[in-house]
């Protein structure tokens, strides 16, 4: 059984898990990379990981470009966390509109320091109790082979 995240986080989220790179903990609610791989389910999660937060990094390299005052040089969010919250998720909003009514960016390049560098493990600690338990049961179930 997958565990859910806790209270204050389940009524953002339901029952989703976070994906973190290696610099995150290990969370029953946050998944992040296996640090050594063994076999091939652990290498599957892994890559599909990898992939998922490149997609998710390059995505907020466009909208922090399209929107400047999200960017930490064009700007800062002097709020509160959840009033910069609301701002962020207005910007996505206003760039999904953007994308689907085919609205170019201005600057329709990604500065460099937003370009994702290929991802590496940085001696991530695995954790354990729960937090592996929650990991070990998605891998297995989503990125085993049946019947291998």
Known sequence: MVHTLPSRL?????DYLLLGDSGYPLE????TPV???TNEAEELYYRALVRTRVIVELTLGVVKNRFRCIHRFGGELQYTPLRSAKIVSACLLLHNRCVS?????????????????EAHVVGAGDGGGTDRQTRDEIIPEFYGRKGV
């Open 101 to 117: 009514r085919s609205i170019p960016d201005p600057n329709n390049h990604l500065p460099e320091e937003d370009m994702p560098i």
């Open 28 to 31: 029953p609610f946050l998944m």
């Open 35 to 37: 640090t050594n791989p």
């Open 10 to 14: 389940q009524r953002h989220f339901g």
